[in-house]
């Protein structure tokens, strides 16, 4: 890492009706580091970033690129200065091709596009990166992991040295970090440069040359690696310590609120995903699935919910067969849902925070005889007050949840599910993308869920989440449960076998 900055932001300033995203932010990035944002949710991260991808226009303030005052109106002209960003929600035509979508992204290529060679060149860099990727597969076939690497191959592919990467492993497994770091590795060395969002401290830590910690939209200062710890960051971000590792409620388990009998399920492309799966959860319970994804947590979720047809088997709740019954139905029976695609299936980005949060009418308290107009006006209280219980930001309840930031728009959907009084709720990776203290409010919520008699069906990617939420641990594998363990970090190895298709029978210990 040279001390020379590359690359200069300096006072950038961006108002947004109701907030000021970007309080005069000065940041330096030099070649051949890994600089890490932080910063809880709303903080202004990404809007920091879409100004210098020439996404947003600052209302002030300058960039500097090897010292030299540079305009960025748009993202050609960012891609110009080999400035590339892997947006946090990111964006590829599902029905093309790996290379087809590298191609779209280009705006110099030839009239005939030469499509063979870019399946070439996407398929060498992603072995010079060891981001392994297929470039003729269509993306709608791909996994969240692989359609990240093609991102960030689309961005090398373009030569970008500047390279924003806003959340990058809030999708992944702990197997696709592991490779993302040794790729972002192999590029700060090279020299390019890396600005790395996440609200995973570990890996900030971990992958950080330098790291900047912006507050309410303003930078609180760079700090070196070295400087800092765990705790530091963390009262740099919220202001105070944030308190972990609670007590779990203790529960006496109720009756069995919801049973999957036998269940097959089949995925997108019409492989066996749920394999004659069998699982029960009593009210009070809170029952983990670990595996790696893509072993059927998806399809066994939304086959509950009634997202996805079930093949053969029973889902039952409260010993009544939800076969035949509509997704409204299964609403109405008490049965919430948090998935982990938040933007299209959770949430209808141009409607305001009032109606998703309204949208499935299973928020209690409202009078249902009362003229339209109070009954609004009760919808607005209701919606203030979830705002405030669930610490979301926003400008008010009637911004449209498109314009909230990633961790906001979970919170929406958090407020939503979670204040429905729901008797079954099953819960998709109900953090991901929180900033540490939220992430510490959700668990909290879903505890006291638990102490409601909800039965909860956890699926998370990380078995911190899991051991920390859990009364019971399901492992599966290729949609079949390999067997079952207490929520205990000493049963880490066990899991890792039967996440790895062994099962708990066949395990010798000594
Ligand atoms: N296009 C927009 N219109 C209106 N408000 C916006 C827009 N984009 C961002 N904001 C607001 O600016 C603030 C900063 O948002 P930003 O997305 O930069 O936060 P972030 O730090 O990336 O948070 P997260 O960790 O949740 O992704 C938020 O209050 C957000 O609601
Ligand atoms: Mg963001």
Known sequence: MDDYPILEMKNIQKAFPGVLANDNISLEIRRGEVHALLGENGAGKTTLMNILFGIYHPDHGEILINGKKTFIHSPQDAINEKIGMVQQHFALVPSFTVAENVILGLKNF?????????????????????????????VWTLSVGERQRIEILKLLYTGANILILDEPTAVLTPQETRQLFSAIRKLVKEGSSVIFISHKLDEVLEISDRISVLRNGKNTGTL???????????????????????????????????????????NDKGLTAVNNLSLEIHGGEILGI???????????????????????????????????????????????????????????????????????????????????????????????????????????????????????????????????????IIAEHPTRGLDIGAMEFVYQALLEEKKKGSAILLLAGELYEIFRLSDRVAVIYEGEVMGYTPPDPSYTEKIGFMMAGTREDSIHEN
């Open 110 to 138: 030839g009239f005939i596009i030469k499509t063979k060679q870019v399946e070439q060149q996407i398929k060498e860099l992603g072995e010079r990166y060891s981001l392994p990727v297929r470039p003729k597969a269509r």
């Open 290 to 424: 670990a595996g790696v994804a893509g072993n059927g947590q998806k399809e066994l979720a939304e086959a509950i919910y009634g997202l996805r047809p079930i093949e053969t088997g029973k889902i039952q709740m409260a010993g009544e067969d939800l076969h035949h019954r509509s997704i409204k139905k299964r609403i109405q029976s008490g049965l919430s849902f948090i998935p982990q695609d938040r933007k299209s299936i959770a949430t209808c980005p141009n409607l305001s925070v009032m109606f998703n949060i309204f949208m499935k009418n299973t928020i209690p308290g409202l009078k249902k005889s009362s003229a339209w107009n109070i009954q609004i006006k009760q919808m607005h209280e209701k919606t203030r007050e979830l705002i405030r219980n669930f610490s979301i930001s926003t400008p008010s309840s009637k911004t449209r949840v498109r314009y909230l930031s990633g961790g906001n728009l979970q919170k929406v959907v958090l407020a939503r599910e979670l204040s429905s009084n729901p008797s079954v």
């Open 224 to 266: 070196n690696r070295e400087e800092v710890d765990r705790r530091t960051l963390v009262q740099r971000m919220v202001g105070r310590d944030v308190l972990m590792d609670q007590e779990k409620p203790k529960v006496e388990p109720g009756p069995v609120k919801i049973e999957v009998k036998d269940l097959t399920v089949k």
